[in-house]
């Protein structure tokens, strides 16, 4: 556990080598956390509760996520974009990182634990005939970051995770998740980032009040976002945005493209003067 921000290469070091989680206290200014909180429960009483993941066919109303969250308030653009947060990312997945997913899930009293896995683009692992065969952690295709707005408490449901699972890049077992893992707890402004293939399981609120936090996913450019932010974000608003967010949302990445419509230079390969971000606006 850090109380500020680590020295990159370390950090990095434990994400993939190491323990597979990284917990740094006091990273968000509470102005900033107390910002999106209050945004967050306002936009959870205004629309009706949304998917979410792992908890199996049923609804569930005790539970709510809140997406696109990038469209819905500068404060949490400045959150999932914070530098000294992507400087360690950056490493992992490539200096062209891209979000996949900002949303925020909350937690009201009598929500109900998830059950074990990994994320997004890996959730699908427990069916193993989905991926190559040669799948393996030798490097990550995302990492996650979760920022509690509330404190994460073991009553209140604070996430149970199993250290140096991140290195096994397979579905977690029940049996070795229940002897193995062990509960984040966190107060608000907190940042935990872990890889994609980490073990994990939000847990049950036992608690009498809701508890709320804002979960970022991360990706290499080459994997699909699972947020549409060519639908869910108004580009001509989004471009208004800060240059770290345009990028961060794919804004000038020009794949996948309608190749017929581009221009006949190549921007590709090492002999070429440019960037393939670097584009001329046709599409």
């Not at 049923?58 to 709510?64: E, F, I, L, S």
């Not at 608003?237 to 309608?258: F, K, R, S, W």
């Amino acid at each position: 556990m850090y109380s500020g921000v680590p020295d990159v290469e370390p950090a990095v070091q434990q994400l993939c080598d190491g323990p597979g989680y990284l917990i740094l206290e006091d990273f968000y200014p509470a102005s900033l956390i107390r910002a999106a909180r209050d945004r967050i429960y306002e936009l959870v009483s205004e629309q009706p509760s949304r998917t979410s993941h792992f908890y199996g066919d049923d609804v569930n109303p005790a539970q709510a996520r809140v997406w696109n969250l990038p469209a819905k308030g500068r404060e949490f653009r400045q959150i999932c974009g914070d530098e000294r947060m992507l400087a360690i990312m950056r490493p992992i997945l490539g200096e062209d990182l891209m979000l996949s997913s900002f949303a925020a899930n909350v937690l009201h009293p009598g929500a109900q634990a998830q059950e074990p896995h990994v994320d997004y683009p890996y959730w699908d692992l427990h069916a193993r005939t989905r991926w190559p065969r040669a799948l393996n952690a030798t490097y990550h295709l995302a990492v996650e970051a979760v920022m509690p707005l509330d404190e994460f408490t073991v009553e209140n449901g604070a996430t149970a995770i199993v250290p140096e699972s991140q290195k096994l890049a397979c579905w977690p077992d029940k049996g070795q998740f229940a002897e193995r893992h062990i509960r984040v707890t966190m107060k608000p402004g907190t940042l935990l980032l872990f890889p994609a293939l980490l073990w994990h399981a939000g847990q049950t609120n036992r608690s009498e009040a809701s508890r709320a936090a804002l979960l970022g996913s991360y990706t290499i450019k080459s994997i699909k976002p699972i947020e549409d932010w060519s639908r869910c974000i108004d580009r001509e608003e989004a471009l208004g945005y800060e240059q770290g967010v345009q990028d961060l949302l794919g804004l000038h990445y020009p794949y996948p493209a309608v190749m017929d419509r581009l221009p006949g230079r190549s921007s590709e390969g090492s002999r070429s003067n440019q960037s393939i971000l670097k584009t001329d606006g046709s599409e």
